[in-house]
């Protein structure tokens, strides 16, 4: 579709519907303008040489300098931004790309003026009050930079000091905006704008200094840039002289030296000496037990020990990288564990997501293929990825992992986002120089020596060498996709860590900075209640939380607060709730099952009640603007568990106008998921009156989701092309373009004829097939097309309708065998969603599958892995809507994958879903491959695909012969190709990349102020420390006074120092610091630099804390072994006392002690232990046969590594509901049960963290009701003092040893030893081993052995024998069976047809089917074989016998007697054709025509060859000819006749053995000697080779020789019969294309074929003319025949839209139109006698109903040709369907009309029925003549059947009532008295003809046609139902005027 007048560019589909919409496609520029990112037409798949690469860049480049069709803003629309926009509203209005700020900022109005200069320095000003730094703010600077806006600044500041002096008093004003401004540039922009700053601000001084006096704002502003400036400076000259080592420090003490450079100048990302490990490192413990100097002592200490635990693994790993090379491997025992390494590594293809552009990557499975995908903790969603394609020396690049897709991991796909350090990642940089601060001091300090102009003037800066900075040297941000890349993969969550430490950098002030640095421990009460500032004592009403009438009005700071039972608390917790109240900082520990969660919901629960004493900030505290802000409650916990545990605590007591906010992880817990940030968001954007501020991002939003969108059209496709081509084989034609041309026709000789209406099932292999047998793959490809024609045509044509592909029914079909509907539509749905994954493709579900056994999945809901624990943290619940994009969003995602399942089937030759099917068993059993060969193909498949080797040009240059090459060598070219042909679609403009990239990023910044909005109005924002820290500077702008820390010992310090916002005044650390600590990355920063310490544990012991002492959850004897070894005062509630013993079991808390060795697990450090995974499983079973539920029982495992033994092992369904974790990711929470797997077992006498007391104390405080453990307990009391402690005790007890006593429920004295798994077999019931014996209620004795369940629920499983009938048999079925009638088998005669049939003996033999085959007659005359009872419901469409009928063609018909309608239209003839074309190729087509040969011509010439098909006329060649010798010489074209003769004087040229040429004078030499090659050359072909003087001539095309004279009559001798065709070699046959001696007799016959190539393709210009003249017909026909052939009609149509349509093509789509014509005639007409005819006449309806369809497939069926027996055949049936209604109408009216003289014409009516539809033979002139005379005696004798209505009153009413006509005035009737209905309005709108006499009916106009009539007789009308024109004209007046002539 071209653009007018452009230049024919191409308009991509989706902007084609926008054209009108001025702006929305940034390419556009109307009438003469074209799309400079569109992709171009059908030449843009062939391969762009360099120079097209160029071309395409430069106009990218022109792009840039062509003006926008954004207006530039006006001085008037500044103005009003400037004094009604908030500073942040004018942000989001200039940082749109359509504000006009850069049109204006660009002149393209003109040079600014100083009017419109000041307006933009006020706005500008203004904007700069904006307390927010986003990326919008960023392009306006960046925007005013580039444009040199501070030149127009400094011309405007000048022009001041010539103004009149009465005109200087807003002189002021326009210096401090430009100040501000100034000051602007260097917090956002210092290097790039630290220059022109500079350069301001010399004139700024000399302006002020000329100006005199200026107010005070002034020279703050001024004082405030220049120290910024200055800062910058000395920031500059300290980083060289670090360098230079000028500033080393000499102290003793790291924590009394100066660190050697400014922490906040450090980059958050890895630089490359810190990979290389060149950078200095300088890094300090963790202070824990005095306090810091000052806050900047602090942070640098939290800031380098974070940043290291993030980097060391990298450094390490990359290291080692580099020192050993090749010789790594990808996983398992190896050098490397500090990271995961990935080999062979390459960038796929860009792909747009809402976050910016993402991209796919493909990495090598090789040494991965054990790895669960589903569990691993690999390339986890956030996990830090680094790349590099030179071994990590120069080239490096960070990404991370943005969409995990476990079925994509296992065939080594994975989408990740390259991150940059944003202080470091400015995207627009066209003018802004980036060189050092000698710069700036060369432009201060530089002579004016005449050699550079003045300020003003265009200073060329010759390019200077700066000294390379090795610590802050900036990576190489250039990927290159053709490059192969190795990765690695450390675990660190890289968002936590780079939002923390930009925040540690950017915090100045942290709020309590007396207890956190200082550590000092004098404690005062929070600032809000403080009387000071709250002007009184603050009061709470505690009545929330007591009953007592002393909770009313309680002084918070006084001491008589309500006691600890009125608050329904013990004294501990009251003491914390008093303590976390009047505390600024309040420290409670909580050890396990003491209630800290609670208490921290009564803390809660207080605040809510009393926030009016901390709700809202005064405003002598923020100032007047922000007096009625709300100051949320910030609540901080760890895990997803604890903050959804808390919330749904605090959800109990909130009331309805107190709001919620929840930032975390994926909440599962239901009664929270309504809090979610994400829900709320939604809800709130539903609500359209939300004010002003809302309006301005919403419409922000929309205006950034418009330009996303523009660019993102051709990037998806792009995308959709590549992904699409990742999951299959490509098929040849797709590849022409990129394969070199000797090597594509290669797979050419055996090409059968390929086009779109070549619909014939060759059985010559296609390109397809050759290319799959090429690579070794060896089997057939499937033609879906022909599959899908194997089912009945409604059905597929039902299936079609419905929006299925004949590919997709190809498929079902070909997988299911023949099936029922039901069947097929299930299996396409099934292809279609892949059973609930996405297009992986073909590979998605089998892959996982494979990955995984049976029932893993199933599993995973129970078997918590620390992935999915990992997982579930880090997504959060508003990341949600960029990995799923809402529901509009899916609906985008939907439509791309099936746009590349679309893709995929036209570019595939084969799927791995294709493979799978072909590998089915047939139902002949002809072979099937072994599900372990299937899964090995596949694999080996994706492995080889996957491969990133290719063949170089190079290489590939020197393949002669593609056959030749080794298996390997044919996969390496196989890629080469495709990786060629992607590259097509790898294009993506820098333009396009940037702005898209910048669009997401002012998306999400606005979203984050959307979100910030939100935030604000909340009562309680509560968020996991991932959300703190994604979030943080939205949190940080938070007015929270109040911030409380769920799990606080378990966070990091940086994390809560970096989530409190600035104005957090009171903190409540809630937590316990010896169960859990943080868990840092780098164990040595934990041991030796106290990382893992929190600030919970380090300010435990310097500030004033509560420690809980109540623990109401473990039984006393396990609460026994925590104290007092950990917790010395830990006391048992009443609750946990006296609670039952565990059922089955003696013991509710033992120990198992083993000594069976561990096992390293494949993938990773972790260990597991199959014993104690065995035993666990084996207990857990048994306890579940106790009666307890599933659900009481946990296992737990201290070693990740643990849950794959437990996931082997655990997998009967009624072990579902068993919980199986991680001792880390159970914290906080209990069960009844808990069996703990502690895994060490080893001959090195290691036991890891088993050692550690804190995961010693969440392990065993777990269980509430009993505790069984398993473990090498002799190994770790050796190695541990605190494990040796609880053995001595266990020891005491008698709850430690080698087997665990099972005690049986129903005989207390039977023990059973277990130790090991298999001992469980003693107890296969539960109980022991004794027999129940217990009788039954059926008589039986329970011959289960001993179980503790009873019988209620036992099914006896003996046999019943009850006697079921008089007979005596007895019941065969089981006892807990229902017994049913009697089943044995009885010999009964049939009473209908007398058969002997074995049946059960209930039956009677009356209802059942005789399953007796017999041979029964069908009304078609043959005779089938079919079951008894089948006989009565034979049809014709049972009939298979083979037709046989002799076609004109002379081959018998294939087809059967219900494919050829019982002889009537037979199959087309599909034999081949095999005859020699006239182009010297073999006919591939069906015997009824030969179409034009396919194949590739193969005539040439000297100077060219034909690029046709074969089938084309060729152009002919218009060179000067070549022919001549120095005797003669042709002056004639090429094509045309030579006017020299031939030449017979001997060559006189030498060969290269020396010898004398035996050719002819002007003829190529032949390449044999006489001499050298006697035998050859003397060979007798003609006769005379022999003798001397032969001379030879050589043909060029098969390069064998002979004598002139022989070869001059064999060429001059005609063909038999005149016959046209190519002259061929005497010998081989091969046709002559190429010979200058015969040239004259090639170019006659070529011009001889050409003249049969043109008689047989047709004019191609006129061929054109007929489709649109068809297409024409189609439309403006009268017969919509799509209304009855909807699918028939959109295949015609969709091949008419091919312009390249041959003509015979044509005719044959034009046949089928016609034909289908006709059939909606009679459709009509049926449609018409279904309402009319009575019941029996209905059923001859149907008949024809049914042949109508059979004609319509017979129409539809696969041709190249339409054959005159076809015509006649279809005209015949055609006539004999048409007589057939006209029977069925005369037999309505007869019968309608009381049969009058039935005696005469009943006889007739038979006779004619007969003819018409009981005879099967074809309908030929005699049947016709027959036919028409019954018609004429008929007639004769009732004559008035031939017109009236004929039909009964009550017929009359029926049809009227069945019309539901709501008034009168709907029915007329033709000249002829035909009747027949208008319906809508009733008017007449259209004409038609009469389906009864083809009379013309209706009209146009609403004006009925003069030959019609009102039907008065249906309805009793007068006139119609709607006449605007005759007013309800009387009948008698309108007849008058009619007859006047009026109408």
Same mark, same amino acid.
């Given at each position: ?162 103004? *009149?002096?009465?005109? $200087?008093?807003?002189?002021?004003? *326009? ?354 209640? $403080? ?47 008093? &303590? ?218 039902? &299936? ?185 679609? $790898? ?111 380090? &300010? ?301 003996? *209930? ?147 030498? &060969? ?392």
């Amino acid at each position: 579709m071209a653009e007018p007048g452009g230049g024919g560019r191409y308009i991509p589909p989706h902007l084609r519907g926008n054209r009108g919409r001025r702006g929305f496609n940034p390419g556009y520029r109307g009438r003469g303008g074209y799309n400079a990112n569109a992709p171009r037409g059908r030449g843009g798949n062939r391969r762009r040489n360099e120079d097209d690469l160029l071309m395409g860049e430069q106009r990218e480049e022109n792009y840039d300098n062509r003006r926008s069709q954004t207006r530039p803003i006006g001085y008037k629309k500044l103005e009003e931004i400037e004094e009604k926009e908030t500073p942040q509203d004018i942000v989001l209005i200039l940082g749109t790309g359509k504000s006009g700020l850069e049109e204006t900022l660009r002149g393209d109005r003109g040079p600014l003026n100083g009017g419109l200069t000041q307006m933009l320095l006020r706005v500008f000003g203004k904007m700069c009050d904006s307390d927010e730094s986003t990326q919008s703010l960023t392009h306006i600077l960046q925007l005013i930079l580039k444009h040199d806006f501070h030149q127009k600044i400094i011309d405007f500041l000048f022009g001041l000091l010539t103004e *009149h002096i009465n005109r $200087r008093s807003r002189a002021p004003l *326009h210096l401090n905006n430009a100040l501000k401004l100034m000051n602007s540039l260097l917090t956002v922009l210092p290097n790039d704008s630290h220059k022109k700053v500079s350069m301001t601000m010399i004139i700024i001084d000399s302006v002020i200094d000329g100006l005199g006096s200026v107010n005070e704002d002034v020279y703050n502003n001024r004082m405030l840039v220049k120290d910024r400036l200055n800062n910058f400076q000395q920031r500059q000259q300290d980083a060289i002289e670090r360098a230079a080592g000028s500033r080393e420090s000499r102290f003793d003490d790291l924590h009394s030296q100066a660190p050697p450079d400014n922490f906040r100048e450090i980059p958050v990302f890895p630089q490359l000496s810190d990979i290389h490990g060149t950078a200095q490192l300088f890094i300090r413990t963790n202070l824990i037990d005095k306090a810091y100097q000052n806050i900047d002592h602090y942070l640098d200490v939290q800031f380098r020990l974070l940043r290291e635990d993030f980097i060391r693994p990298l450094r390490e790993g990359i290291g080692e990288i580099m020192h050993y090379g090749d010789r790594l491997r990808p996983r398992g025992p190896g050098p490397i564990q500090s990271v995961k390494v990935y080999k062979d590594v390459k960038i796929e293809f860009m792909k747009p997501d809402q976050r910016g552009i993402l991209h796919r990557i493909h990495f090598s499975l090789e040494g991965l293929q054990r790895i669960r995908w589903r569990n691993t903790k690999r390339l986890l969603y956030g996990n830090l990825l680094c790349l590099s394609s030179d071994h990590f020396k120069e080239n490096v690049h960070f990404a991370v992992v943005a969409d995990r897709k476990p079925e994509d991991l296992a065939e080594g796909y994975l989408t990740l986002e390259f991150v940059y350090d944003e202080e470091e990642e400015e995207p627009i940089r066209p003018d802004v120089d980036d060189d050092g601060d000698e710069d700036l001091l060369e432009f201060l300090d530089s002579d004016d020596d005449g050699d550079e102009p003045e300020i003003g003037g265009a200073r060329q800066r010759q390019p200077r060498q700066q000294p390379e900075q090795p610590q802050h040297r900036r990576f190489n941000k250039g990927l290159d996709m053709r490059k192969v890349y190795t990765m690695v993969e450390t675990e660190a969550y890289f968002e936590a860590y780079r939002h923390v430490l930009a925040g540690l950098k950017e915090t100045e002030e942290i709020p309590l900075e007396r207890y956190i640095v200082r550590c000092e421990n004098n404690m005062y009460a929070p600032e809000y209640i $403080r009387p000071s500032v709250a002007g009184r004592d603050a009061t709470y009403d505690f009545s929330s939380v007591t009953e007592s009438a002393s909770g009313k009005d309680v002084a918070v700071l006084g001491y008589e607060w309500p006691l600890s039972a009125e608050l329904g608390l013990d004294i501990s917790q009251a003491e914390a709730l008093k &303590l976390a109240l009047t505390n600024e900082l309040a420290i409670i520990q909580g050890p396990p099952g003491t209630g800290k969660t609670y208490v921290g919901l009564v803390i809660m629960k207080l605040l809510l009640a009393n926030k009016t004493s901390w709700h809202m900030q005064p405003r002598f505290l923020l100032g007047a603007q922000n007096e009625n802000k709300r100051c949320p409650i910030l609540i901080v916990c760890y895990t997803n568990h604890a903050l959804d545990q808390f919330l749904e605590g605090i959800s109990k007591f909130a009331t309805e106008d107190q709001t919620i906010i929840r930032v975390g992880g994926r909440c599962k817990n239901e009664a929270t998921k309504g809090f979610s940030l994400f829900d709320v968001r939604r809800k709130l954007r539903q609500n359209r009156d939300r004010g002003k501020d809302s309006a301005a991002i919403r419409k922000a939003i929309w205006e950034i989701h418009d330009g996303l969108r523009s660019i993102e059209g051709q990037l998806q496709h792009n995308c959709n092309q590549l992904e699409a081509s990742l999951h299959c084989i490509q098929r040849l034609q797709q590849l022409e373009d990129v394969i070199p041309r000797q090597l594509y026709s290669q797979f050419q000789p055996r090409m059968p004829l390929w086009t779109q209406y070549n619909w014939n099932n060759t059985q010559t292999e296609s390109p397809d097939e050759m290319l799959l047998t090429w690579l070794g793959l060896q089997t057939a490809v499937i033609d879906h097309e022909q599959e899908a024609s194997k089912i009945p045509d409604m059905t597929r044509a039902f &299936l079609l309708s419905s929006g299925y592909t004949l590919v997709e029914i190809g498929r079902a079909v070909h997988a299911t065998a023949l099936p029922d509907f039901m069947t097929l539509l299930n299996w396409i749905e099934r292809y279609r969603t892949g059973s609930g994954q996405s297009l992986g493709g073909a590979a998605a579900a089998t892959t996982q599958n494979e990955g995984t056994q049976d029932g893993d999945q199933e599993r995973d809901d129970d078997i918590a892995g620390e992935a999915d624990y990992l997982q579930d943290q880090r997504v959060l619940d508003t990341d949600e809507l960029s990995l799923n994009a809402g529901a509009r969003q899916a609906k985008t995602a939907q439509d791309n994958k099936r746009d590349v399942e679309r893709l995929m089937t036209q570019m595939s030759a084969m799927t791995f879903r294709d493979m799978g099917e072909q590998e089915k068993m047939q139902d002949d059993g002809v072979w099937e491959q072994q599900s372990r060969e299937k899964k090995r193909k596949k694999k080996r498949i994706r492995r080889v695909l996957g491969k990133t080797s290719t063949m170089t040009d190079h290489e590939e240059s020197r393949v002669d012969n593609i056959y030749d090459l080794s298996q390997e060598q044919r996969w390496s070219l196989y890629r080469t190709w495709v990786s060629r042909w992607r590259d097509k679609f $790898r294009v993506g403009t820098d333009h396009q990349i940037e702005k898209y990239n910048r669009l997401s990023k002012q998306l999400q910044e606005l979203r984050k102020r959307e979100d910030a909005e939100i935030l604000q109005s909340a009562d309680v924002v509560a968020v996991t420390t991932t959300g703190a820290a994604k979030y943080r500077e939205l949190i940080y702008k938070l007015n929270c006074k109040i911030v409380v820390i769920e799990e606080a010992a378990e966070v990091l310090e940086a994390h809560i120092i970096t989530s409190m916002p600035k104005t957090t005044k009171h903190l409540i650390l809630i937590g316990d610091h010896q169960q859990l600590k943080p868990s840092p990355t780098v164990y040595e920063l934990a041991r030796k630099y106290n990382l893992d310490t929190s600030l919970f544990e380090r &300010l435990i012991n310097k500030v004033p804390h509560v420690t809980l002492t109540l623990q109401h959850r473990m039984r006393p004897e396990i609460a026994d072994l925590l104290r007092p070894r950990i917790y010395k005062n830990l006391l048992d509630h009443s609750s946990v006392e006296g609670r039952a013993e565990i059922v089955g079991v003696e013991k509710t808390l033992y120990f198992i002690s083993h000594a069976v060795p561990e096992e390293s697990v494949a993938d990773g450090r972790s260990k597991k232990n199959q014993h104690e995974a065995d035993f666990l499983v084996a207990l857990c079973k048994y306890l579940i046969l106790q009666g307890y539920r599933p659900e009481q029982i946990t296992i737990l495992a201290m070693y990740t590594g643990q849950l794959f033994a437990f996931r082997n092992t655990l997998k009967e369904e009624s072990s579902r509901g068993v919980r199986v974790t991680a001792v880390d990711n159970f914290q906080g929470e209990e069960n009844d049960i808990i069996l703990l797997s502690l895994v060490r077992s080893n001959d090195e006498q290691k036991i890891g963290f088993l050692g550690v007391e804190n995961r010693i104390c969440v392990a065993l405080s777990r269980a509430k009701n009993a505790l069984y453990c398993i473990g090498n307990m002799e190994l770790l009391g050796t190695k541990s003092s605190m494990w040796r402690k609880i053995i001595g005790h266990l020891e005491e007890n008698d709850s430690i040893g080698e087997n665990l006593q099972l005690q049986c429920k129903h005989h207390p004295n039977k023990l059973t030893p277990v130790k090991s798994a298999t001992d469980f077999i003693k107890v296969p019931e539960g109980g022991c081993g004794q027999p129940c014996n217990t009788r039954l209620d059926c008589g039986h004795v329970c011959s289960r052995p001993c179980h503790p369940d009873d019988h209620s629920s036992y099914q006896c499983s003996k046999p019943c024998d009850k006697i079921l009938c008089s007979d005596g048999h007895r019941c065969k079925q089981k006892c807990y069976q229902q017994c049913g009638p009697c089943r044995e088998p009885l010999k009964k005669r049939m009473p209908i047809c007398g058969h002997v049939q074995k049946i059960p003996c *209930h039956q009677d033999p009356a209802s059942f089917g005789c399953k007796e085959i017999i041979s029964v007659l069908v009304d078609c005359g043959h005779t089938i074989k079919v079951q008894c009872h089948q006989s009565s419901i034979v049809t014709l469409g049972m009939c298979k016998e083979k037709c046989g009928y002799l076609l004109e063609c002379g081959h018998p018909c294939r087809g059967n007697c219900y494919e050829c309608f019982q002889g009537r239209l037979h199959v087309p003839c599909l034999r081949k054709c095999n005859r020699t074309l006239v182009c010297g190729h073999e006919c591939k087509s069906s015997c009824e025509s030969c179409p034009p040969c396919e194949q590739k011509c193969k005539t040439r010439c000297e100077h060219s060859k034909c690029n046709h098909k074969c089938g084309k006329p060729c152009t002919l060649c218009r060179e000067k000819c070549k022919w001549e010798c120095p005797h003669f010489r042709c002056t004639q074209l090429c094509s045309e006749p030579c006017n020299r003769p031939r030449c017979n004087k001997p060559c006189q040229k030498k &060969l290269n053995c020396k010898h004398q040429c035996i050719g002819l004078c002007g003829e190529p030499c032949p390449r044999f000697c006489r001499i050298c090659h006697k035998d050859t050359v003397t060979e007798i072909f003609f006769g005379d080779e022999d003798e001397d003087d032969a001379r030879f001539v050589q043909l060029d095309d098969c390069r064998h020789i002979f004598t002139y004279e022989g070869l001059d009559k064999w060429m001059e001798q005609k063909e038999e019969g005149n016959a046209i065709k190519m002259k061929a070699c005497p010998k081989c046959k091969t046709p002559i294309w190429r010979s200058r001696r015969y040239g004259n007799i090639i170019n006659k016959l070529l011009m001889s074929v050409n003249e049969v190539k043109n008689r047989i393709s047709g004019d191609t210009i006129q061929a054109k003319r007929d489709r649109r003249q068809l297409l024409k017909m189609i439309e403006q026909s009268d017969i919509k025949v799509e209304k009855y052939y909807t699918v028939e009609m959109q295949s015609i149509l969709d091949a008419l839209k091919d312009e390249n349509t041959l003509p015979y093509q044509l005719k044959l789509l034009e046949e089928q139109y016609r034909r289908l014509s006709k059939l909606s005639e009679m459709r009509k007409v049926v449609a018409k006698l279904l309402l009319l005819a009575p019941g029996s006449t209905s059923k001859l309806v149907d008949v024809v109903s049914r042949d109508l369809r059979i004609m319509r497939t017979w129409v539809m069926r696969r041709r190249e040709f339409s054959t005159p027996q076809e015509n006649e055949a279809f005209q015949r049936e055609y006539e004999r369907i048409n007589e057939a209604l006209k029977y069925i109408d005369v037999e309505r009216k007869y019968t309608s009309q009381g049969k009058p003289r039935a005696i005469e014409v009943d006889p007739l009516l038979t006779s004619l029925k007969k003819l018409l539809f009981n005879d099967y033979e074809p309908y030929v002139v005699e049947k016709k003549e027959e036919v028409k005379s019954l018609f004429k005696r008929i007639f004769d004798k009732v004559p008035e059947i031939i017109s009236g209505l004929g039909v009964s009153k009550q017929e009359k009413e029926m049809i009227c009532k069945a019309m539901g006509f709501a008034e009168k005035g709907h029915w007329y009737k033709c000249s002829k008295g035909h009747i027949y209905s208008i319906g809508d309005c009733g008017g007449a709108t259209e004409t038609s003809v009469c389906p009864e006499c083809k009379e013309q009916i209706g009209g146009t106009g609403h004006r009925l046609l003069s030959s019609n009539r009102i039907a008065s007789e249906m309805d009793g009308a007068t006139g119609p139902a709607y006449d605007p024109f005759n007013m309800q004209i009387p009948g008698d007046l309108l007849a008058n005027l009619r007859r006047q002539g009026f109408e």
